[in-house]
């Protein structure tokens, strides 16, 4: 069965100090990861996906399947980076995907 | 980019009526969308996948007969609560995916009340 695990509900952090939010997936196949933001009384929009290795935002994240994680991170954290952030699993033939429960970002100035 | 549209925003209902949701992907062609659920402060529950031209694939706990899913063409969902009742009211939101894509764009989601 598939499993995305975000730990943190709420994470606080001054303007300008560093980000990580914690993801970890199971999955017995070969993962396809993302990340989703939902900024206040927006939609869910994709940050980024593993398989692109890019750098939106100033945020990246790398496929650990070591350790089956993916965290998303950014060395400078913005007040504008304040909102919930989802990490999804798909898997191979599937384009199903499986969130975890969300990380709050708050970001304080 | 790919853009998914829903409609209505926001619907106020009585306790028994039915209501539908619309699903549109506008640039492009979707053999499959997603319907989600979003209690407040809470992740997204997946209710149901939505085939093109096939039955919609329910997740445990869902019911079909409650939740209608109509997948008409390849640019529209429906999502219709049928007898809705106030543990209904909910944020719903619609995905879709264009063809060989995994990366699912969602809409902006209808918030339904139900009194």
């Known amino acids: 069965a598939q499993r995305v695990t975000q730990p943190e509900k709420l994470l606080s952090v001054f303007k300008g100090a560093p980000v990580e939010l914690k993801c970890n997936y199971s999955?017995?196949?070969?993962?396809?990861l993302f990340w989703y933001v939902q900024y206040s009384r927006q939609r869910l929009q994709l940050l980024l996906r593993?398989?692109s290795r890019e750098s939106i935002k100033g945020f990246t994240a790398d496929l650990n399947k070591g350790e089956t994680s993916f965290h998303l991170k950014k060395p400078f954290a913005q007040e504008e980076d304040s909102a919930m952030y989802y990490c999804?699993?798909?898997?191979?033939?599937?384009?199903?995907?499986?969130f975890g429960k969300g990380t709050k970002l708050s970001v304080i100035p | 980019g790919a853009v998914v549209s829903q409609h209505p925003s926001w619907v106020i209902c009585k306790s028994g009526t039915s209501v539908k949701i619309e699903c549109r992907s506008l640039?492009?062609?979707?053999?499959?969308m997603f319907w989600y659920r979003q209690f407040p402060k809470q992740s997204l529950m997946l209710m149901a996948t939505?085939?093109?031209?096939?039955?919609?694939?329910?997740e445990q706990g869902v019911e079909k007969d409650k939740f209608l899913i109509n997948h008409a063409s390849l640019t529209l969902s429906t999502l219709t609560v049928t007898s809705a009742h106030p543990e209904d009211s909910s944020f719903y939101i619609c995905?879709?995916?264009?063809?060989?894509?995994?990366?699912?764009?969602f809409g902006p989601g209808t918030r339904l009340l139900v009194l």
């Open positions: 593993h398989i």
């Open positions: 995905s879709a995916h264009p063809p060989q894509d995994q990366t699912q764009y």
């Open positions: 640039d492009f062609q979707a053999t499959t």
């Open positions: 939505s085939n093109e031209g096939s039955k919609a694939t329910y």
């Open positions: 999804a699993l798909g898997g191979a033939g599937s384009y199903q995907l499986t």
């Open positions: 999955y017995s196949g070969s993962p396809e």
